[in-house]
């Protein structure tokens, strides 16, 4: 048994002295880390302000979009097809669609855009409506 103890001592110490492990018990943890925060960084890198227009056939959130230091909100008041139509010729950031529906049924509003929408506009349009469900339903 002592001598099990005795190889296994001597494999690991062999391991653990070189220079590659050393190196990667630093740097492995900093570059996993880089890998979550780097993506989110560069999101939130962009300082123009993005228009987006808000189509409400609802007529609940229409008011609810407040502008923001990145985000201009532009409520509109046309069909969704004639909307979406303009919105693609504006080359605006976005258009929020939210169709006419029940508070008992769950609101979901649909986001066009010509990019990837950032987690920034994302989650803005998630709080306000789901402060402004719950209001109502109080």
Do not use: C, W
Not at 22 to 34: E, F, Q, R, V
Not at 109 to 135: C, L, N, W
């Amino acid at each position: 048994m002592h001598k099990i103890f005795i190889i296994i001592r001597r494999e690991y110490l062999t391991r653990v002295r070189k220079k590659s492990f050393l190196i990667m018990t630093l740097l492995g943890p900093i570059l996993m880390a880089s890998v979550y925060v780097l993506p989110i960084y560069l999101t939130t890198l962009s300082d123009e302000v993005k228009v987006v227009q808000v189509l409400d056939e609802s007529g609940a959130f229409v008011d609810q979009f407040r502008n923001t230091n990145d985000f201009i909100f532009t409520p509109i008041d046309k069909g969704f097809e004639p909307a979406k139509q303009d919105f693609a010729a504006s080359g605006d950031y976005g258009l929020l669609y939210i169709p006419k529906t029940e508070l008992s049924v769950p609101v979901t509003g649909i986001f066009y855009s010509t990019q990837q929408p950032s987690a920034d506009i994302t989650t803005h349009i998630k709080i306000v409506m789901k402060r402004e469900v719950e209001s109502l339903k109080l």
